[in-house]
C-alpha cells in the first residue's frame, strides 16, 4: 500500500475539479499581487535595508521575543507603528495570518460569542477555530444580520462579551465594509470591533492608516499587514494596550514562534515613513484604478470602490484557462477558485498596482475582451 495514497487521491479529485493548486513563478504585467504602492521592490525601501546593514541590523533575530529574540528594532518599529495608526499601543508578528489567528484565539473568552461576517480571510477562521469563544456568521455586510444575530444570541442566554470580526476591504470581491455602521452597533452591545484592514493599510485614510482610522477607538482592535501595501513583511495588531499586554502573556502564536526578522522590522519602519508622505503615490494609484475600473467595466469586471477587481467567470475550468490564456500573452492575472470564494463564483481577481501603466491596463482589456464571448460573464 502507497503510504500517502490518501493524499494522492485527494490531488486526484482536485484535479478532476479544476482545483488543484501549483507554484508558479512571477512573470508578465502584475495585476495578481497585493503590492498597490509599489513599495515591495522600490529604491527607497533598498535604500533604508542598505542603511540598517550599514548600522548593524541584525538578519536573524535567534529566538523568540519572549527570549533573546526580542531587538530594538521591534520596539522601535511598535512604538512608530502606534503613533503613526493614533493607538495606545502596537504588537508585530511574522505574518498577517499569525496575527490574526492569535487574536482570535487569544482575546475572546469562553462564554462569549465572535460575530464574523461570512467571508472574513482563512486566518480569522483558524483562530476561531482554535478558541474558547462560540461562533456565529452574519451576512456580509449586513449591519441588520449582525444586530440580529446578538439579539438572538443575548435572548439565547448568551451573557457574554460580544467580538465583531470583519475586515475593511474584502480580498476576492473588493468591497468596502460599513464600518462605521458596525462600530455604532459595537458602541450600543458593548462589543468589541475587530478590523482587520489588510488591504486598506497604506491605501487609504489620510495618510494611509486604514478604512478604520477615525472611528472610536476604545473597542477597536486593528490589524495592518506590512506585507501588502507597505511592501515588506509581517503584520501589526494595533489595539488598547491591555491587548498588546495579553497576546504578549497569552498568545500562542506569538510565545513560541521565533521573532520576525529585526532587519524586517527596520523595513517596516521605513515603509510607514514613505506611506505616511505617500500622497502622491496614493494619487497615482487612484489614476490607476479609475483607468481601469473604466476600460474593464464593460467586460463585467465589478468595478466597485477600490483596487480589487473580480471577474466572475463560475466555472473552475474555465476561470483558469481565461487566466492561464492571459498570462501566456504577458499579464499576470490569477485565477480563484473554491475553497477561496463560494462553490460557483470562480473569478478572475484584477488587482491594480502602481507596478503597472495605464497602457498595459489598455492591453489587459484588450486581450480579456478576445478571449470572452459577450454571454459568459456575470454582470458587473
Known amino acids: 500500500m502507497d503510504l500517502f495514497d490518501a493524499q494522492a487521491r485527494d490531488l486526484a479529485g482536485l484535479t478532476a475539479r479544476g482545483r488543484r493548486r501549483s507554484l508558479s513563478a512571477r512573470a508578465g504585467a502584475d495585476f495578481a499581487s497585493n503590492d498597490y504602492l509599489g513599495l515591495a521592490d522600490s529604491p527607497a525601501l533598498r535604500a533604508a535595508v542598505a542603511d540598517a546593514l550599514q548600522r548593524g541590523v541584525p538578519i536573524g533575530s535567534g529566538g523568540s521575543r519572549l527570549l533573546r529574540g526580542n531587538h530594538p528594532e521591534h520596539a522601535a518599529l511598535e512604538a512608530e507603528a502606534a503613533a503613526f495608526f493614533e493607538r495606545e499601543s502596537a504588537l508585530y508578528f511574522s505574518s498577517g495570518y499569525a496575527a490574526n489567528a492569535a487574536v482570535l484565539a487569544t482575546l475572546p473568552q469562553r462564554g462569549d460569542l465572535v460575530l464574523f461576517d461570512a467571508l472574513v480571510h482563512a486566518s480569522a477562521h483558524e483562530g476561531m ?25 443575548r435572548g439565547e442566554g448568551g451573557a457574554g462579551r460580544v467580538w465583531i470580526a470583519v475586515e475593511s476591504l474584502y480580498s476576492m470581491d473588493g468591497d468596502i465594509a460599513p464600518l462605521a455602521a458596525l462600530s455604532g452597533l459595537a458602541d450600543r452591545e458593548n462589543a468589541i470591533l475587530l478590523v482587520d484592514e489588510a488591504h486598506a493599510t497604506g491605501v487609504y485614510g489620510p495618510q494611509g492608516q ?3 482610522h477615525g472611528l472610536p477607538t476604545d473597542n477597536l482592535i486593528t490589524l495592518h499587514t ?94 483558469m484557462a481565461v487566466a492561464g490564456a492571459l498570462q501566456d500573452s504577458g499579464f499576470d492575472v490569477r485565477g480563484i477558485r473554491p475553497p477561496t470564494v463560494p462553490a460557483g463564483t470562480s473569478r478572475l481577481r484584477i488587482s491594480i498596482t502602481n507596478n503597472v501603466s495605464s497602457s498595459q491596463i489598455a492591453a489587459l482589456a484588450e486581450r480579456l475582451a478576445s478571449l470572452l464571448p459577450p454571454d459568459e460573464v456575470v454582470a458587473a
Not at 503615490?281 to 475600473?293: E, I, K, N
Request: net charge positive; with cysteine.
Open 129 to 153: 477555530r482554535l478558541g474558547r469563544a462560540e461562533t456565529r456568521q452574519a451576512a456580509h455586510n449586513d449591519v441588520a444580520a449582525f444586530a440580529e444575530a446578538i439579539a438572538a444570541w
Open 210 to 212: 486604514g478604512l478604520a
Open 226 to 319: 506590512c506585507g501588502k501595501a507597505l511592501g515588506c513583511e509581517g503584520a501589526l495588531v494595533t489595539g488598547p494596550a491591555i491587548v498588546r499586554d495579553f497576546l504578549v502573556n497569552r498568545g500562542r502564536a506569538f510565545i513560541f514562534s521565533t521573532a520576525p526578522s529585526p532587519l524586517m522590522a527596520a523595513a517596516v519602519r521605513a515603509a510607514l515613513r514613505i506611506v505616511a508622505e505617500g500622497g502622491a503615490l496614493r494619487a497615482a494609484l487612484a489614476d490607476r484604478v479609475a483607468a481601469a475600473r473604466a476600460m474593464l467595466a464593460p467586460l463585467g469586471v465589478r468595478a466597485g470602490e477600490t483596487q480589487i477587481l473580480p471577474l466572475i467567470l463560475r466555472d473552475d475550468v474555465r476561470t
